[in-house]
Structure formats: C-alpha cells, structure tokens
C-alpha cells in the first residue's frame, strides 16, 4: 500500500467534515478528483473507507484506523514545519484551535486580533464547538488546542487556566415580571427565548439542561451571534441565557439576573495534549492564550 501525503490529507479533510466534496474544497481538489483519490486507496487497501450515506460520509473501521495515522503524520509534518520556521524566511504555519462560545466572544474581542497583528507568520484555524467535541478533538489532534469547560473531561489533557464563564438571563429594561435579582432555569421554561442558531454550542448546552429538567424552551426566533441576541432582548422579543461577559457590553439596554443553576458558573481552561509537544507557533498562541 502506497498513501501520499495528498492522500492522507484529502482523506484526513473528508472524515473530518463528513462530505467528499467539502473535503476535495478544501484539499484544492476537483471532486472527480478528489473521488478518484479515494477510490484508489481503497482499491490498494482492499477494503471500504467510507461508507456512504444520504447526507454525507463516515469513517469504516478501517477509515477510523487510517484516519488514526493520517492524523498523527499531518501532526508530524506540522511539528516539522513548526521547527523549521526560524530558518525559513517567508514560511507561514497555521494553528487549529478550538473554543465554545463564551471562549470565542473573549477571543475575538482582544486577544486574537491582538495576536495576529504581532505574528503575521501565523494564521488561526478557529472552530467553536461544544466543550465535549473540543475535549475529544484535541485529544485525537484533530486541534492543537482547544478552550473548554472543565466539566467537558480534560483529565487526559494538559491545562491552563483561561478564565470564569458564568452565564446569566437577560431581559429588556422594561420588561415586566423576573424580579429580584437571581433566578433559576426552571422558573423560565414557561417564558419565550431569543436563541442563538441551530446547531450553536451553547444554544446545545442550554437546550439539555433544559432537557434534563423535563421541559424544553421555547424559542420564538434563532440568529446568529450574540450580539444580535442581545439587540433583540433589548426590543422586547424574549429573553436569553448569555455569558455575562455579553450581557455586559449591552448593560444599558438591559436588565441582568444571576442563574444560579451549578452548570451555569463554568471554569474554562485552555488545553492541549501536551503543551511541550506544541509546533513553536501554537506554543507562542498557548503562551497569549494563558
């Protein structure tokens, strides 16, 4: 059997997104292409990689072991690049990183704008996940670093303190009702929400404590951002669960109540198997991020 560094990272691409075409997209391949590659491996393999499904593609048994190695060379040629960039003028290397949602709001506000700007040489691949999905993604080394809630499982991790996360409920100004200044999740689930989109992580997260309590939210409209989010509040169409940190940067527009559910108030840590490990460059982002 002979895989090629293009084959493994179409391969690794394709298992990752779960889609052939967004893997040959963003591989640089045609997707008749980036089909033949596939099918090649296969053929030399003598065994299926993918099985092929109404809405996309899943590793087989034998595409998880693939999938395995390809991780850890692609891994492998980072770490290299990573080393040779002092001796290489021009050379660029790029970081994957993982964060829920309150860890992107903070991100994206100072730090990483800060960061680019200092190390041109270095791009970011920035995905926010849950903290579950992040906790297993840096595990596997499909991220080079991940922020996450402690509550995810990052005991086989190595971790630095990022910061507290606590959430609250919002609500505009003059809303009537929700006095006081603490409430819990159980005395909303009557109440209508402005959520975060489809799919968000923490519109997931809220969604199963929900869910635990026996009850569901009920939510009159979804869009994307917090920011967004809070406008709406603001206006009167519901109320949200956010970060406080995003509560904050509307504080004049709206009213804040602590939740004081215990899942509400989350450590979140930076994590990475293990920091020593790191290509020069994620050090040099571990390094901003702690």
Same mark, same amino acid.
């Given at each position: 059997?002979?895989? !090629?560094?293009?084959?493994?990272?179409?391969? $690794?691409?394709?298992?990752?997104?779960? &889609? /052939?075409?967004?893997?040959?997209?963003?591989?640089?391949?045609?997707?008749?292409?980036? &089909?033949? @590659? /596939?099918?090649?491996?296969?053929?030399?393999?003598?065994?299926?990689?993918? *099985?092929?499904?109404?809405?996309?593609?899943?590793?087989?048994?034998?595409?998880?072991?693939?999938?395995?190695?390809?991780?850890?060379?692609?891994?492998? /040629?980072?770490?290299?690049t990573g080393d040779l960039a002092a001796y290489a003028t021009?050379?660029?290397?790029?970081?994957?990183?993982?964060?829920?949602?309150?860890?992107?709001?903070?991100?994206?506000? *100072? +730090?990483?704008?800060?960061?680019?700007?200092?190390?041109?040489?270095?791009?970011?691949? $920035? !995905?926010?996940?849950?903290?579950?999905? +992040?906790?297993?993604?840096?595990? &596997?080394?499909?991220?080079?670093?991940?922020?996450?809630?402690?509550?995810a499982g990052l005991a086989h991790l190595e971790q630095k303190?990022?910061?507290?996360?606590?959430?609250?409920? /919002?609500?505009?100004?003059?809303?009537?009702?929700l006095e006081g200044r603490t409430v819990n999740l159980t005395? $909303?689930?009557?109440?209508?929400?402005?959520?975060?989109?489809?799919? #968000?992580?923490?519109?997931?997260?809220?969604?199963?404590?929900?869910?635990? $309590?026996?009850? #569901?939210?009920?939510?009159?409209?979804?869009?994307?951002?917090? !920011?967004?989010?809070?406008?709406?509040?603001?206006?009167?169409?519901?109320?949200? +669960?956010?970060?406080?940190?995003?509560? @904050?940067?509307?504080? @004049?527009?709206?009213?804040?109540?602590?939740?004081?559910?215990?899942?509400?108030?989350?450590?979140?840590?930076?994590?990475?198997? @293990?920091? !020593?490990?790191?290509?020069?460059?994620?050090?040099?982002?571990?390094?901003?991020?702690?």
């Amino acid at each position: 059997m002979r895989f !090629d560094l293009v084959d493994l990272r179409l391969f $690794l691409l394709v298992a990752e997104r779960g &889609s /052939i075409t967004h893997g040959a997209e963003l591989a640089g391949l045609a997707l008749a292409s980036a &089909s033949a @590659r /596939i099918k090649g491996m296969e053929e030399r393999l003598g065994a299926p990689l993918l *099985e092929r499904r109404r809405r996309g593609v899943v590793p087989t048994a034998a595409g998880q072991a693939l999938l395995h190695h390809a991780r850890a060379v692609q891994n492998q /040629i980072e770490a290299m690049t990573g080393d040779l960039a002092a001796y290489a003028t021009g050379l660029r290397a790029r970081v994957r990183l993982m964060a829920n949602t309150a860890a992107t709001a903070e991100l994206l506000r *100072e +730090i990483l704008p800060t960061f680019l700007v200092a190390h041109p040489g270095i791009d970011i691949e $920035l !995905d926010e996940r849950p903290s579950h999905e +992040i906790a297993q993604a840096v595990a &596997s080394g499909a991220a080079d670093l991940g922020i996450a809630a402690t509550w995810a499982g990052l005991a086989h991790l190595e971790q630095k303190p990022f910061f507290i996360d606590r959430l609250v409920v /919002i609500a505009a100004r003059n809303r009537p009702g929700l006095e006081g200044r603490t409430v819990n999740l159980t005395e $909303l689930l009557g109440e209508s929400f402005v959520g975060l989109s489809t799919g #968000h992580a923490l519109q997931e997260h809220i969604a199963r404590q929900a869910a635990r $309590l026996g009850g #569901h939210l009920h939510v009159r409209i979804r869009v994307p951002g917090l !920011d967004n989010v809070c406008r709406l509040v603001a206006q009167g169409a519901g109320i949200a +669960i956010v970060p406080e940190s995003a509560a @904050r940067r509307s504080a @004049r527009s709206l009213r804040r109540l602590r939740l004081t559910d215990d899942w509400a108030t989350r450590q979140l840590n930076l994590c990475a198997r @293990r920091f !020593d490990d790191l290509t020069p460059q994620a050090k040099l982002l571990a390094a901003a991020l702690a």
